[in-house]
Every structure is written in structure tokens, then in C-alpha cells.
Nanobody
Framework: QVQLVESGGGLVQAGGSLRLSCAASGRTFRISRMGWFRQAPGKEREWVAAISWRGTSTNYVDSVKGRFTISRDNAKNTVYLQMNSLKPEDTAVYYC?????????????WGQGTQVTVSS
């Protein structure tokens, strides 16, 4: 099993920055890819970004490209989401998730979520 714990959320003004962290524990050797998702009130959960656990592959949803950066520190088993130029529409609960699938990612493990609120 893999356990995930997010941290780093909070309240920030539009244009500001936050860095989210996701610490993984347990059978981290099984992880193939990590992702960040978000869910705003009344909306469906949305994929935001993903990173391979061992390689350099990263992907982003168009709405955050150029503003968000996903990275990882394998020594700490931690994935980060640096969020710059935040907008009120970025307000959501942010979740990290882990995929252990060999092929296309299948996110089986989820953290508890961390709230990000961007004021205008």
C-alpha cells in the first residue's frame, strides 16, 4: 500500500504563490507516476498535473501551463506543486494521487486533500 499526505495549502491573494507538498510512504517502490488533482465547490474533480516517478516526464492541464510546476524529490519521496500567478478560479481542494500501473496511469492511492483559496 501507498500512503499520501498533502500539505501547503492556504489563503493567498490573486497573483500570489503557494507550494503544495505530497509525502509518500509505504510501498513507494511501486509508484510509477504521481498526479495532482483539484476539486472546486460544485464541480467535478479535475486533473492538474502529473510527473513520472523515475523519469522526467511532466504534463499539465492547459489552464495551469506556465503558472504551475510539478517536481519531485525521490530521496524524500515527496512531490511538489509550485503554483504561481494564482487566480481565484484556482480555488479548490487539491489532492495528490499515486499510480502503480505499468501502462496508462491509474490513480489508486489518494491523499486527504489540502484547501487552496485565492482571493480576488
Amino acid at each position: 500500500q501507498v500512503q499520501l499526505v498533502e500539505s501547503g495549502g492556504g489563503l493567498v491573494q490573486a497573483g500570489g504563490s503557494l507550494r503544495l507538498s505530497c509525502a509518500a510512504s509505504g510501498r513507494t517502490f511501486r509508484i510509477s507516476r504521481m498526479g495532482w488533482f483539484r476539486q472546486a465547490p460544485g464541480k467535478e474533480r479535475e486533473w492538474v498535473a502529473a510527473i513520472s516517478w523515475r523519469g522526467t516526464s511532466t504534463n499539465y492541464v492547459d489552464s495551469v501551463k506556465g503558472r504551475f510546476t510539478i517536481s519531485r524529490d525521490n530521496a524524500k519521496n515527496t512531490v511538489y506543486l509550485q503554483m504561481n500567478s494564482l487566480k481565484p478560479e484556482d480555488t479548490a481542494v487539491y489532492y495528490c494521487a499515486a499510480s502503480t500501473a505499468v501502462g496508462p496511469p491509474k490513480y489508486d492511492y489518494w491523499g486527504q486533500g489540502t484547501q487552496v483559496t485565492v482571493s480576488s
